[in-house]
DNA sequence: ACCCGTTATCGAAGCGCTTCGACTCGAAGG
DNA sequence: CCTTCGAGTCGAAGCGCTTCGATAACGGGT
C-alpha cells in the first residue's frame, strides 16, 4: 500500500505538503504542487479513509436512512437514492445506506462511532420516534418530509399547497369553473398529517382566488369507498367537471367509478393525480400529473448537508415547486349550454 | 467524545484489556470482563470506527454496487439491497452504496482507500468491464450473476437449469405432453448470455427425461413480434398445451396473442412464467411463476463474503435452486380425445 | 539598512484504536 | 519444591493522516 510518505519522498517534500496540496488548506508553489500532483499520479496514491477520518475528524460519508421494507413506491425511492449517491459524490462523499429497522439505534450507532458525517433521513412521520435523537446528535442533518415539530431541523419536500393550487391552476386555465379535490382517508386528516392539509388549503385558496366552486373529499381506499365518493361528488356537485386526485391507491378505483357513472376522461371530466409519473402514464387515459421530484430532492438533500457540514446557515424548510405535466386526462371544458 | 481510555480508566484497567474485551482476542477473567462491559455500557461508549479501521486495517464496511439508473426491475433490487443490509449488520458490518456509473474507478477508489473490506456487485455483464479489476483488487467480492470468465471469482444467482427443469416438472405433473420455451430475444441467445442458454437446457433435458415433446422459441419484444411468434408455435405445434416464458417485457405481448389466437388460460394452455412475484400476481390470470430469489441472493451473497474475510474458503459458484409459486395460470392438461 | 508581513515549507505531535511481546501469578507436573 | 505452562493483564509501538506552530526566505515600506 502507498502510503502519503512515499509520496512525500519521491516529490522530496514533507508528507505534511502532500497533504496541503490535497485539502488546499495552505498555499503551495506551483512547482511544487505539480511535482507533488506527478507522484500521486504516478504511485496511484489514495489516502487512507481511516486514517484521515481519524485525524481530521470527518469521514466523508453521509448515512441515507431509507425505508427497505419495499412497500411505499419504490422505483421513486430508487431515484431519490440514486440522486443522493450522484450528488454526494460530486461532492467528496460516499453513502451508507441504512434502513429504516435499524431505527434510532442505528442512527446512534453510526453517529457515535463517527462513521458518518451527516444524516439524510427519508420517510419521515409526522410523529417520528428519530426527531429528538436527531436533535441532540450533534451531526447535521436533513430530513424528507415534515415532522409535526420541525424547528431547527432542516427539512425538504414537495410544496403541497403550491401543488393544491397548480392543479386549480391549470383546471381553471382550461375553462372549468366546478372543481373537487379527492385527498387522503379521513384518518389522515385526522392525524393532521402536514402535507394532505396543507395541500388542501392550497386547493381551496386557489379555487377561491379563481372564483371557483371547490370541495374537498376524502377517500377510503378500495372500489366500494371511491364508488360512494364518487356516487356522493356527483349527487352534491352535479356540474363539477374537474378533479384532483391525492390519494395513489384510491385512484384506480376511482377512475373505475367515474367511469361506471357515464363519466367519460377527459370529454366529461378533467382529472389531475397527484403521483409518479410511471403510474400517470400507465393508465388507461394517461394522467395530466404532478409527481414529487424525487431526484431534484435527492440532490438537494445533499446539497443542504454539504452546506451544512461547511458551517454556512441553511433554511429549516425547503419546498419545491411542483411541476405539472400535462397529459391526456385533462380536456377544456365542453360549454355545453 | 468518550473514547476507551475513558472506559478503561473507569474500569480499572489497561486500554488493551478493553480492546480484547470487544474484540474476544485474547482470554479475560470473567470478573474484568463484566467490570468493563458495564463501564462501557455507563459511559455509553463507541469505538471510533476510523481508528478501528486504521488500526486493524478493517473498516467493517462492504460495498453494494448497484445499478441504479432505474429501469430494470426496481422492486427486486430493492428487496435484494435490504437483504444485503440487513445480512451485513448481523455479521456486525455496514453498507456502502455504489452506483454502476461510478464503474471500475469507483471500486478501485473505495478499495485502496481501505473504505471498504468486501465487494458485492449486482448486475454482472457477461464480459463486464470490471472482471479484471475485481480480480486484481485484493479484496473479496461476491458477483451476482456469472460473466463468461467467472474462474476463481465467486458468483452467486439463481440455477436456470433447474428452473427450467422445474417449470417442465410441473407441467409433466399436470399431465401435458407438448412443451414449449418462450425466452429471450434472438441476440441475447447470440451473445451467448449465459442464463438464457442454462435455462434452455435444463428445459429440454427435462422435457426429454419425460419424454415430452418440446420447442424452444426464442421472442422478440413487442405485440407483433409477439403474435408471430404464437402463430408460428401453433402451426408448428398444434397440440402444444404447456409454454414457459423466460421473458418479461414480452410477457404481456405474448398472453395478448395467445388469447387473440383463442386460447384460454389455463384451460387450454398453461402458462409458466419466469418473472418476479409481482408481475405474476398482477396479470389478468395470476400466473404460475419461478421469482428470482432476491433476498436469499442478497443474504446468500453476504454470508459468502463473510465467509471469505474470515479466511474461508467458498465455493465459486452457488446456484440457487428455483421455487415455483403455483397461480392459476396452469391446470391439468383437458383431456380431449 | 531595518523591520514587518507574506508565502512556502517542514517537523512533530497527536487522532483513538489494535496488537505484540513481556510480565505475573497460580496450578499442574516431575 | 522447583519448573513449566497457560491464563490474564499491561505497556508501548505503531496504523497513515492532519494540523499546528516554527522557520526561512523574500520583498516592500520607510
Redesign the interface.
Known amino acids: 500500500?502507498v502510503k502519503i510518505t512515499d509520496v512525500a519522498r519521491r516529490a522530496g517534500v514533507s508528507p505534511s505538503t502532500v497533504s496541503y496540496v490535497l485539502s488546499g488548506k495552505r498555499s503551495i508553489s506551483a512547482a511544487t504542487r505539480q511535482r507533488v500532483e506527478a507522484s500521486i499520479r504516478e504511485l496511484?496514491y489514495?489516502?487512507?479513509?481511516?486514517?484521515?477520518?481519524?485525524a481530521s475528524s470527518r469521514?466523508n460519508?453521509v448515512a441515507?436512512v431509507m425505508p427497505?421494507?419495499?412497500g411505499v413506491h419504490?422505483?421513486v425511492?430508487?431515484?431519490f437514492?440514486?440522486s443522493v449517491?450522484?450528488t454526494a459524490?460530486a461532492h467528496d462523499h460516499?453513502?451508507?445506506?441504512?434502513?429504516q429497522?435499524?431505527g434510532e439505534d442505528g442512527l446512534r450507532?453510526?453517529a457515535?462511532?463517527?462513521?458518518v458525517d451527516a444524516l439524510v433521513v427519508m420517510d419521515v412521520q409526522l410523529h417520528d420516534a428519530r426527531i429528538p435523537l436527531l436533535r441532540s446528535l450533534g451531526l447535521p442533518s436533513v430530513l424528507i418530509g415534515f415532522p409535526a415539530e420541525a424547528a431547527g431541523l432542516t427539512c425538504i419536500d414537495l410544496d403541497f399547497a403550491a401543488t393544491g393550487a397548480e392543479c386549480v391552476s391549470h383546471l381553471a386555465r382550461l375553462g372549468h369553473r366546478c372543481v373537487a379535490l379527492l385527498g387522503s382517508p379521513p384518518e389522515v386528516y385526522a392525524r393532521d398529517t402536514g402535507f394532505a392539509r396543507r395541500t388542501a388549503a392550497g386547493f381551496t385558496a386557489a379555487a377561491r382566488r379563481y372564483g371557483m366552486t371547490s370541495t374537498v373529499l376524502p377517500c377510503a381506499p378500495g372500489a366500494p369507498a371511491a364508488r360512494e365518493t364518487v356516487d356522493r361528488l356527483l349527487r352534491e356537485h352535479p356540474d363539477l367537471t374537474g378533479v384532483v386526485v391525492h390519494n395513489e391507491p384510491a385512484l384506480g378505483p376511482l377512475l373505475e367509478a367515474f367511469q361506471r357513472a357515464g363519466l367519460r376522461v377527459p370529454e366529461d371530466l378533467s382529472v389531475v393525480a397527484l403521483c409518479p409519473d410511471e403510474l400517470a402514464e400507465g393508465a388507461a387515459v394517461p394522467l395530466t400529473s404532478v409527481a414529487l421530484p424525487a431526484a431534484e430532492v435527492g440532490e438537494r438533500s445533499v446539497e443542504l448537508l454539504m452546506a451544512k457540514l461547511a458551517g454556512r446557515e441553511v433554511p429549516d424548510a425547503t419546498l419545491l415547486p411542483p411541476q405539472l405535466t400535462e397529459r391526456a386526462s385533462t380536456a377544456p371544458r365542453a360549454h355545453v349550454n
Not at 94 to 99: F, G, I, Q, Y
Not at 112 to 115: C, F, K, M, Q, T
Open positions: 500500500m496511484g489514495r489516502p487512507h479513509a481511516g486514517a484521515r477520518a481519524l469521514s460519508v441515507l427497505l421494507r419495499s419504490v422505483p425511492q430508487m431515484q437514492a440514486a449517491v450522484t459524490r460516499d453513502v451508507l445506506l441504512l434502513t429497522e435499524e450507532r453510526v457515535d462511532s463517527a462513521l
